[in-house]
C-alpha cells in the first residue's frame, strides 16, 4: 500500500516560516515526479512545486517562487517544502502526492499523480 504522510504544519504569523515534511514510507521516491498541491477553504486544490523523479529539475507556482522550495531526501525517502515569507493567502491545507513510475508527467495537473497524503493544515494570520 503506497503511503504519503505529510506534517509540519500550523499557525504562524504573516512573514514567518515552516517546513512541511512528506514521509514515504515503503517505497524509493526517486523513482517518481513529487508534488505538493494546496487547498483552501471554497477553492479548488491548486499546483504548489513539484520535483523531478531524477530530482533534477524544480518547478513553482507563480504565487511561491522565490519564497518556497522543494527539495528531496532519498536515503531518507522524504520530500520536503520550505515555505518562507508566509502570506495569509498561503493558508489552506497541503497535500504532497506521487506520480507514476519514471514518467514524465504535466505536473501542474491534479490528475497527473496517483496517489496523496491526507494534508495538512497550514495558517498563516495577519
Known amino acids: 500500500q503506497v503511503q504519503l504522510v505529510e506534517s509540519g504544519g500550523g499557525l504562524v504569523q504573516a512573514g514567518g516560516s515552516l517546513r512541511l515534511s512528506c514521509a514515504t514510507p515503503?517505497?524509493?521516491?526517486?523513482?517518481?515526479?513529487m508534488g505538493w498541491f494546496r487547498q483552501a477553504p471554497g477553492k479548488e486544490r491548486e499546483f504548489v512545486t513539484a520535483?523531478?523523479?531524477?530530482?533534477?529539475?524544480?518547478y513553482y507556482a507563480d504565487s511561491v517562487k522565490g519564497r518556497f522550495t522543494i527539495s528531496r531526501d532519498t536515503a531518507k525517502n522524504a520530500v520536503y517544502l520550505q515555505m518562507n515569507n508566509l502570506k495569509p493567502e498561503d493558508t489552506a491545507v497541503y497535500s504532497c502526492a506521487r506520480g507514476p513510475y519514471r514518467r514524465q508527467i504535466q505536473f501542474r495537473r491534479r490528475d497527473e499523480y496517483d496517489y496523496w497524503g491526507q494534508g495538512t493544515q497550514v495558517t498563516v494570520s495577519s
Open positions: 515503503g517505497w524509493d521516491i526517486s523513482s517518481y515526479y
Open positions: 520535483i523531478t523523479w531524477s530530482g533534477g529539475k524544480t
